[in-house]
């Protein structure tokens, strides 16, 4: 069965501290990974998607990297507004769903 | 554009009673998901309509049925409702070919339906 493990399951850090989020996963045949941004109360919200390994895609403070079994997402010089749960999912050939992770909980301190 | 739209966004039900969430997707989207989000969790997935049909359903029982209309707007039921179904109940919309074309193949998801079942 697909499964997604994120990692920290929170983390905080200053204004301007960059770090990165993990999500390591095991499926039967990849067919895209993907990120969203959740806040709370409120629906996911379209990050990335990534197909293969050695995939990289960027928007602003983020970036996403994916390998055979990990993929991160990497927030350089982080400001508070990006304070949200990080969520990770995946799907697989055959499949129309999506399976998540439990998410990171990112707190951006000023 | 309108993006996905749900509705209630809140209500509180007791155990037993039934509840139905609406949801109309994002324009040009003929696909709709549903999701259980638990508090500190990840969604999970509850089944998928396409074409006015279940086209996939996940670990749920049968207490959960949808429908998808011609305009492809949905609803989710939950029968019998039991206190573990307090969740925030997730729309999200799709193109029907977004896993297999090669596009970007990402869901929109809606505000959602918070449910807290007494």
Redesign the interface.
């Given at each position: 069965e697909d499964q997604?493990t994120q990692s920290p399951e929170a983390l905080r850090l200053q204004e301007g501290e960059s770090s990165s989020l993990n999500c390591s996963y095991t499926v039967s045949g990849l067919?895209?990974l993907?990120w969203?941004r959740q806040d709370p109360?409120?629906?996911?919200?379209?990050l990335f998607?990534l197909y293969s390994a050695g995939e990289e895609k960027e928007k602003e403070r983020l970036k996403a990297t994916l390998t055979k079994k990990e993929s991160f997402l990497h927030i350089t010089a982080p400001k508070p507004e990006d304070s949200a749960t990080y969520?990770c999912?995946l799907?697989n050939f055959g499949?129309?769903?999506?399976?998540?992770?439990?998410?990171t909980r990112l707190t951006i301190i000023p | 554009d309108a993006g996905?739209t749900q509705s209630p966004t809140h209500l509180i039900k007791t155990r037993g009673q039934q509840v139905t969430l609406r949801c109309s997707p994002k324009s040009g989207h003929d696909t709709v998901?549903w999701?259980q989000q638990a508090l500190?969790?990840?969604?999970?997935?509850i089944f998928?309509y396409y074409e006015e049909e279940e086209?996939?359903r996940?670990n749920f029982p049968d207490r959960f049925s949808g429908h998808q209309f011609p305009n492809y707007s949905s609803e989710l039921n939950v029968n019998a409702l039991l206190l573990g179904d307090s969740a925030?109940y997730?729309c999200?919309s799709s193109l029907s070919n977004s896993?297999w074309g090669g596009l970007?193949?990402?869901?929109?998801?809606?505000?959602?339906s918070?449910l807290t079942v007494l």
């Open positions: 997604v067919r895209g993907f969203y109360g409120k629906g996911p919200e379209f998607t969520l999912a799907t499949n129309e769903k999506l399976t998540f992770g439990t998410g | 996905v998901s999701y500190g969790q990840g969604p999970q997935f998928q086209r996939q996940g925030l997730l999200a896993f970007a193949g990402e869901l929109f998801f809606g505000e959602g918070r």
